[in-house]
């Protein structure tokens, strides 16, 4: 924001985001103002994407889209179109047309070509025969195992050993065990964080729920037991977030 004000001088602009919209109706308010003409640029988050009927808008712009494209998660390409494919349609709600300018390095990428063309049905086709190739969810299963601890280190060794405790009985299943690594976020209330993602063939026959018993794991309460003092242990099987 800074940047802008310094490049374009005289630009008025608003900040939208977390801190900005703190308080009661926080969003209405500072969305009525820049309605009403009091800047000429809205700056903000994710939260810019959904929900505001702006007429005057012809302009959306995404800085940095790679952050979102390459996201270590199953789901990111996927939620990152439908992230820009909402931002997309906050511009030329009007009677003007809009333009979306959207910055990347990756412009062959699959989201980027769909977002150009429009078409999701397309994409969501393409992403089902990657999966279903790769065995991946909804054709297969995946199990998050989530380490936290005061310590990077402790908390980064404990995950190590855990993965080899579990990797002969993951394998002999036909899974897999990818990491450990470090979460998304890394550090949480003062605890680190590191995580391990088991991947494998469901066994379940089709229509039915999955169940927690079909994952290859020795008992919850060995594994944590097994892990030194201060060390949690969460296991998310079929986890909506990796």
Request: charged share 25%; glycine share 10%; with cysteine.
């Given at each position: 924001?800074?940047?802008?004000?310094?490049?374009?001088?005289?630009?008025?602009?608003?900040?939208?985001?977390?801190?900005?919209?703190?308080?009661?109706?926080?969003?209405?308010?500072?969305?009525?103002?820049?309605?009403?003409?009091?800047?000429?640029?809205?700056?903000?988050?994710?939260?810019?994407?959904?929900?505001?009927?702006?007429?005057?808008?012809?302009?959306?712009?995404?800085?940095a889209a790679d952050g979102l494209l390459h996201r270590p998660?199953?789901?990111?390409?996927?939620?990152?179109?439908?992230?820009?494919?909402?931002?997309?349609?906050?511009?030329?709600?009007?009677?003007?047309?809009?333009?979306?300018?959207?910055?990347?390095?990756?412009?062959?990428?699959?989201?980027?070509?769909?977002?150009?063309?429009?078409?999701?049905?397309?994409?969501?086709?393409?992403?089902?025969?990657?999966?279903?190739?790769?065995?991946?969810?909804?054709?297969?299963?995946?199990?998050?195992?989530?380490?936290?601890?005061?310590?990077?280190?402790?908390?980064?060794?404990?995950?190590?050993?855990?993965?080899?405790?579990?990797?002969?009985?993951?394998?002999?299943?036909?899974?897999?065990?990818?990491?450990?690594?470090?979460?998304?976020?890394?550090?949480?209330?003062?605890?680190?964080?590191?995580?391990?993602?088991?991947?494998?063939?469901?066994?379940?026959?089709?229509?039915?729920?999955?169940?927690?018993?079909?994952?290859?794991?020795?008992?919850?309460?060995?594994?944590?037991?097994?892990?030194?003092?201060?060390?949690?242990?969460?296991?998310?099987?079929?986890?909506?977030?990796?």
């Amino acid at each position: 924001m800074e940047q802008l004000a310094t490049e374009l001088e005289g630009l008025r602009l608003l900040r939208f985001d977390r801190d900005t919209t703190r308080g009661r109706d926080g969003h209405r308010r500072l969305l009525e103002r820049f309605a009403a003409g009091e800047a000429d640029v809205l700056v903000g988050t994710q939260m810019l994407a959904k929900g505001m009927d702006l007429p005057a808008v012809t302009l959306a712009a995404v800085l940095a889209a790679d952050g979102l494209l390459h996201r270590p998660d199953l789901r990111a390409s996927e939620q990152c179109l439908q992230l820009l494919l909402q931002l997309a349609g906050r511009a030329g709600r009007g009677e003007r047309p809009g333009e979306v300018l959207v910055q990347t390095y990756s412009p062959d990428h699959p989201v980027i070509r769909h977002l150009v063309d429009g078409r999701y049905e397309a994409f969501l086709a393409e992403e089902l025969a990657l999966r279903r190739q790769g065995g991946m969810v909804p054709f297969g299963r995946a199990c998050l195992l989530r380490l936290a601890g005061p310590s990077a280190s402790g908390t980064a060794t404990a995950a190590a050993a855990l993965a080899e405790r579990i990797r002969p009985a993951v394998e002999r299943a036909g899974w897999v065990v990818i990491g450990p690594a470090p979460a998304p976020v890394a550090r949480v209330a003062g605890r680190s964080r590191w995580q391990l993602l088991l991947h494998g063939p469901s066994r379940v026959t089709e229509g039915a729920a999955p169940a927690e018993t079909d994952l290859p794991l020795p008992p919850e309460s060995d594994l944590r037991r097994a892990l030194p003092p201060g060390v949690s242990l969460t296991i998310d099987p079929d986890p909506l977030e990796l």
